[in-house]
Protein backbone atom coordinates (compact mmCIF):
# COMPACT_ATOMS: atom_id res chain seq x y z
CA UNK A 1 0.00 0.00 0.00
CA UNK A 2 1.38 3.67 -0.68
CA UNK A 3 1.36 5.90 1.88
CA UNK A 4 1.50 9.81 2.42
CA UNK A 5 2.23 12.27 5.31
CA UNK A 6 -1.21 14.09 5.79
CA UNK A 7 -1.09 17.04 8.05
CA UNK A 8 -3.40 17.37 10.52
CA UNK A 9 -5.46 21.09 10.50
CA UNK A 10 -7.86 22.47 12.99
CA UNK A 11 -11.04 20.41 13.52
CA UNK A 12 -9.86 17.33 12.05
CA UNK A 13 -9.75 13.58 13.61
CA UNK A 14 -9.39 10.10 12.41
CA UNK A 15 -12.82 9.05 11.60
CA UNK A 16 -13.79 12.36 9.56
CA UNK A 17 -10.31 12.01 7.51
CA UNK A 18 -11.24 8.26 7.44
CA UNK A 19 -14.76 9.01 5.27
CA UNK A 20 -13.11 11.88 2.83
CA UNK A 21 -9.94 9.59 2.35
CA UNK A 22 -11.83 6.35 2.15
CA UNK A 23 -9.82 4.11 4.43
CA UNK A 24 -10.50 2.26 7.08
CA UNK A 25 -9.55 4.05 10.67
CA UNK A 26 -8.93 1.25 12.91
CA UNK A 27 -6.37 -0.48 10.09
CA UNK A 28 -4.43 3.44 9.60
CA UNK A 29 -4.22 4.49 13.29
CA UNK A 30 -3.05 0.66 14.23
CA UNK A 31 -0.37 0.77 11.16
CA UNK A 32 3.46 0.81 12.20
CA UNK A 33 3.75 4.06 10.48
CA UNK A 34 1.25 6.14 12.93
CA UNK A 35 3.30 4.48 15.98
CA UNK A 36 4.83 7.71 17.22
CA UNK A 37 1.52 9.54 16.57
CA UNK A 38 0.13 6.77 18.62
CA UNK A 39 1.80 7.02 21.51
CA UNK A 40 1.39 10.31 22.29
CA UNK A 41 -2.32 10.46 20.97
CA UNK A 42 -3.86 7.53 22.26
CA UNK A 43 -7.34 8.94 21.68
CA UNK A 44 -7.62 9.30 17.42
CA UNK A 45 -10.42 11.14 17.85
CA UNK A 46 -8.10 14.04 19.93
CA UNK A 47 -5.45 14.95 17.39
CA UNK A 48 -3.85 18.51 17.03
CA UNK A 49 -3.23 20.87 14.02
CA UNK A 50 0.33 20.21 12.99
CA UNK A 51 -0.29 15.89 13.64
CA UNK A 52 1.68 13.61 11.19
CA UNK A 53 -0.49 10.95 10.30
CA UNK A 54 0.29 8.49 7.43
CA UNK A 55 -2.54 7.54 5.11
CA UNK A 56 -3.09 5.97 2.17
CA UNK A 57 -2.78 7.85 -1.41
CA UNK A 58 -6.28 8.28 -2.38
CA UNK A 59 -7.78 5.66 -4.36
CA UNK A 60 -8.76 5.80 -8.05
CA UNK A 61 -12.59 5.54 -7.98
CA UNK A 62 -13.45 2.00 -9.20
CA UNK A 63 -15.70 2.02 -11.65
CA UNK A 64 -19.30 1.65 -11.21
CA UNK A 65 -21.29 -0.34 -14.26
CA UNK A 66 -24.79 1.69 -15.17
CA UNK A 67 -27.27 0.45 -17.89
CA UNK A 68 -28.32 3.03 -19.90
CA UNK A 69 -32.07 4.25 -19.77
CA UNK A 70 -32.56 2.44 -16.90
CA UNK A 71 -32.87 3.16 -13.31
CA UNK A 72 -29.56 2.31 -11.54
CA UNK A 73 -29.44 2.42 -7.98
CA UNK A 74 -26.51 2.72 -5.54
CA UNK A 75 -25.77 2.42 -1.92
CA UNK A 76 -23.38 3.77 0.53
CA UNK A 77 -22.69 3.92 4.11
CA UNK A 78 -22.92 7.03 6.05
CA UNK A 79 -20.10 7.08 8.94
CA UNK A 80 -21.48 8.65 12.31
CA UNK A 81 -19.37 9.32 15.86
CA UNK A 82 -20.18 8.95 18.76
CA UNK A 83 -20.76 12.47 21.10
CA UNK A 84 -21.04 12.61 24.38
CA UNK A 85 -21.67 15.83 26.39
CA UNK A 86 -21.82 16.92 30.24
CA UNK A 87 -23.68 19.74 31.21
CA UNK A 88 -23.00 21.04 34.70
CA UNK A 89 -26.18 22.22 36.30
CA UNK A 90 -28.49 20.84 33.56
CA UNK A 91 -29.25 17.22 35.32
CA UNK A 92 -32.48 15.75 34.32
CA UNK A 93 -33.60 18.66 31.64
CA UNK A 94 -34.79 18.30 28.47
CA UNK A 95 -32.90 19.17 25.38
CA UNK A 96 -32.89 19.36 21.74
CA UNK A 97 -30.10 18.78 19.82
CA UNK A 98 -30.11 21.01 16.15
CA UNK A 99 -27.52 21.11 13.46
CA UNK A 100 -28.47 17.27 12.24
CA UNK A 101 -29.85 15.84 9.67
CA UNK A 102 -33.52 15.65 12.51
CA UNK A 103 -33.27 17.12 15.72
CA UNK A 104 -32.89 14.68 18.44
CA UNK A 105 -34.80 15.56 21.96
CA UNK A 106 -33.89 13.46 24.68
CA UNK A 107 -33.39 14.21 29.12
CA UNK A 108 -29.89 14.58 30.61
CA UNK A 109 -28.98 12.07 33.31
CA UNK A 110 -28.99 12.44 36.95
CA UNK A 111 -24.86 14.15 36.39
CA UNK A 112 -26.09 15.95 33.43
CA UNK A 113 -24.79 14.24 30.69
CA UNK A 114 -26.15 13.52 27.39
CA UNK A 115 -25.06 11.26 24.26
CA UNK A 116 -25.99 11.07 20.25
CA UNK A 117 -24.49 10.24 16.97
CA UNK A 118 -23.41 12.65 14.46
CA UNK A 119 -22.06 12.30 10.77
CA UNK A 120 -18.48 12.24 10.77
CA UNK A 121 -19.00 15.53 8.73
CA UNK A 122 -20.21 17.37 10.92
CA UNK A 123 -18.76 20.42 12.73
CA UNK A 124 -21.13 22.13 14.82
CA UNK A 125 -24.82 21.37 16.83
CA UNK A 126 -26.30 23.50 19.23
CA UNK A 127 -28.14 22.08 22.13
CA UNK A 128 -31.28 23.84 23.24
CA UNK A 129 -32.05 22.81 27.21
CA UNK A 130 -35.37 23.75 26.99
CA UNK A 131 -36.56 24.88 30.65
CA UNK A 132 -33.78 26.89 31.13
CA UNK A 133 -34.06 28.56 27.95
CA UNK A 134 -30.50 28.29 26.78
CA UNK A 135 -28.58 26.93 23.91
CA UNK A 136 -24.97 25.89 23.75
CA UNK A 137 -23.20 26.06 20.21
CA UNK A 138 -20.81 22.58 20.29
CA UNK A 139 -18.40 22.45 17.86
CA UNK A 140 -17.32 18.32 17.37
CA UNK A 141 -14.22 17.44 16.59
CA UNK A 142 -12.42 21.00 18.17
CA UNK A 143 -11.18 19.45 21.31
CA UNK A 144 -7.21 19.76 21.25
CA UNK A 145 -5.35 17.26 23.27
CA UNK A 146 -4.60 18.29 26.50
CA UNK A 147 -1.09 18.35 26.07
CA UNK A 148 -0.76 21.07 23.94
CA UNK A 149 -1.86 24.90 25.04
CA UNK A 150 -4.61 25.10 23.33
CA UNK A 151 -6.38 21.88 24.94
CA UNK A 152 -5.89 23.05 28.32
CA UNK A 153 -7.43 26.60 27.45
CA UNK A 154 -10.28 25.00 25.73
CA UNK A 155 -11.11 22.60 28.89
CA UNK A 156 -10.44 25.72 31.44
CA UNK A 157 -12.73 27.92 29.40
CA UNK A 158 -15.22 24.45 29.46
CA UNK A 159 -14.78 24.80 33.23
CA UNK A 160 -15.48 28.29 33.51
CA UNK A 161 -12.13 29.58 33.99
CA UNK A 162 -10.37 32.40 31.46
CA UNK A 163 -8.23 34.87 31.52
CA UNK A 164 -4.64 35.02 32.57
CA UNK A 165 -5.59 33.86 35.85
CA UNK A 166 -7.31 31.00 34.57
CA UNK A 167 -4.85 28.20 35.66
CA UNK A 168 -4.48 29.88 39.19
CA UNK A 169 -7.92 30.01 39.76
CA UNK A 170 -8.19 26.64 38.75
CA UNK A 171 -5.97 25.48 41.18
CA UNK A 172 -7.37 27.27 43.87
CA UNK A 173 -10.95 25.60 43.67
CA UNK A 174 -8.99 22.44 43.01
CA UNK A 175 -7.39 22.41 46.19
CA UNK A 176 -3.53 22.15 44.50
CA UNK A 177 -0.88 24.66 44.66
CA UNK A 178 -1.88 28.26 43.03
CA UNK A 179 1.04 28.94 41.35
CA UNK A 180 -0.24 29.67 37.92
CA UNK A 181 2.19 26.93 36.64
CA UNK A 182 0.87 23.82 34.40
CA UNK A 183 2.42 21.41 36.31
CA UNK A 184 1.82 17.61 35.70
CA UNK A 185 -0.64 17.77 38.73
CA UNK A 186 -2.70 20.39 37.45
CA UNK A 187 -2.82 19.10 33.92
CA UNK A 188 -4.09 15.74 35.46
CA UNK A 189 -6.17 16.77 37.53
CA UNK A 190 -8.10 19.08 34.12
CA UNK A 191 -8.04 16.15 32.28
CA UNK A 192 -10.38 14.53 35.38
CA UNK A 193 -12.41 17.26 36.03
CA UNK A 194 -12.48 17.98 32.41
CA UNK A 195 -13.69 14.32 31.66
CA UNK A 196 -11.31 13.88 28.67
Given at each position: MAWRVHVVRPGEH???????????????????????????RPNPNMLAAGDLLHIPEDPQPA?????????????GRRVQ?????????????????????????GETDDDGRLEFLAPV??????????N???VHPVRIGELD??????????????????????????????DLEPSGVLDEATRERLIEVHGV
Open positions: LFQLAERHHFDADEVWNDPANDDLRERAVACSARTTNRFTSRIAIQLRGAEREPYVIHGLPRDVEQTREVSIELVLRRPPDVESGVRQRLLHLGFSGPLAIERFQRAH
